[in-house]
Structure formats: C-alpha cells, structure tokens
C-alpha cells in the first residue's frame, strides 16, 4: 500500500537555490528507505518537506492519504504526532532524565500519568535502556543518547520514522547497534526513511536506496549498496 508520493516535487529556496527538482517517488507502508548523496544534493531538503519543515515550490508531497504542503500551520502539531523524527545530534534537554525526555513528547497531549508511564518505558524498552530511567543525557554515551531520542520519536506510535543522520556522531560499533535499534521498530511496522552519510551501513542492511544529485533523484534501487552509485 502507497504511503508516501512525492509528485514533481521542486523546492527553490527563497535565494534562488534548487535544492529538490522534479521528483517523483512512492513509498509503501513498512518500507526502509535509505536517502543518499553528497553533502548540499538535497537530502535534508527532501526530509524537511515531509515533515513540513518546509514547503515544496511545485508539486505534493502525499503522506498516509493527507496532502502536506496543504496542512496548515495551526495544523501542523498533528501532522507532527504522527510522524517521529530522530536528528544527527540527538536533541535531548540536558536537565531532564532518560524518562522525562520520553515522556516529556507525551505529557503535552494531557495523557493521565499511568497511560505516559506505560508508553514511556514500553518504548525505552525497545530501545534497550529501561534501566537507565533516571539518568540525565550527558551520564549516557552517544549511541544510549541517541537511543532515548529514538524512544522519544516512537514513543506516540508514529506510522513514520524519519532519520536524518542518525549515526552521523556515533562510531561504527555503535552506529551499527542504534540501526538494529531501528530495523526491529521497522520489523513491528513503523516506515523508515533514513538520510544518511554512511556507506557501510547502507551496505550491510540491504534496504531500498535512493540515490540524490543536484537535487534529483537519479537512482532507485531495492536492495541497494552504496556502492552502486558508481556504477
Ligand atoms: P543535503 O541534506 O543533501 O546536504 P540540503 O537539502 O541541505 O542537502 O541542501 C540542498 C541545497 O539547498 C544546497 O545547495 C543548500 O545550500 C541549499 N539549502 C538548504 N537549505 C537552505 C535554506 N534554508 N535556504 C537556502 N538554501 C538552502
């Protein structure tokens, strides 16, 4: 089933720059997508206008049936709560623990405290840290830190999971554990799309990837290396 269409999407930034040009794409329910390519080809750009970060100049943007580009501003926080997001550099508040920075995505939608306590360690369980409820951020590694924003992002069931960088600070060891973190929340349903600067992981988890230049989708492959680019 088809939950995400791009459909000759553009985007033109106020300067003048075309960061996306004329791309089109489906993607299914339960997918893993992989969005590679140099650095400035577009990726983030594709990213922010499926979470409406940004608006498309030309073109929809289908997410789950709603057209995004047309969701208002007032709107937007509901947009939002469906879909989770996970940043290159974690975005966690300092001065709160594991477990309030979980539920902290939660508690401003007024759930009664029992539902956020259920939802909260249900969700740092899948990441692996329910011990680790009452740390603060900066007494965690990178890839726990990473893991508690990933725990965040799913913790209100997102239909989408979207990554941008999310291994970008993480060594290899650890890069590799935070992925299988988010394989297993694909393997339960969630759709992933994934940007990503990291050849070995695109290499070892053959997903789909898909390939940006210049702001164009030039390549689209099933199971995909990144060593096909050069191909
Ligand atoms: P990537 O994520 O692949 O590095 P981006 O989507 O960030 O690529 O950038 C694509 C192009 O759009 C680049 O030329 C970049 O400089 C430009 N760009 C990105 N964001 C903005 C912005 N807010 N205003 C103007 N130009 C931008």
Request: aromatic share 8%.
């Amino acid at each position: 089933m088809e939950f995400i269409k791009f459909k000759d999407v553009d985007k033109t930034y106020k300067n003048g720059v075309n960061a996306v040009y004329d791309m089109n794409l489906s993607i299914k329910k339960g997918d893993f997508v992989f969005i590679i390519g140099a650095s400035g080809s577009g990726k983030s750009t594709m990213i922010k206008m499926l979470y409406r970060e940004e608006r498309p100049s030309n073109g929809e943007i289908i997410l789950g049936g709603i057209n995004v580009a047309k969701v208002k501003n007032s709107k937007v926080y509901k947009l939002r709560r469906k879909i989770g997001i996970v940043f290159q550099d974690f975005k966690l508040l300092p001065k709160l623990t594991v477990y309030e920075n979980v539920a902290f995505a939660l508690e401003i939608y007024g759930l009664p405290t029992h539902e956020v306590r259920k939802k909260v360690l249900k969700a740092l369980d899948l990441v692996g840290l329910k011990s680790k409820t009452k740390s603060y951020p900066s007494q965690l590694s990178g890839g726990e830190q990473q893991r508690v924003a990933i725990a965040r992002a799913i913790v209100n069931s997102p239909k989408l999971l979207i990554c941008d960088e999310p291994t970008g600070n993480l060594d290899p060891d650890t890069s590799w554990e935070v992925m299988q973190v988010i394989k297993k929340i694909n393997d339960l349903g969630t759709t992933i799309v994934m940007a990503t600067h990291d050849r070995e992981m695109v290499d070892r988890m053959k997903k789909r990837v898909i390939y940006l230049e210049d702001g164009r989708l030039v390549k689209d492959y099933e199971k995909g290396t990144y060593v096909n680019e050069s191909n």
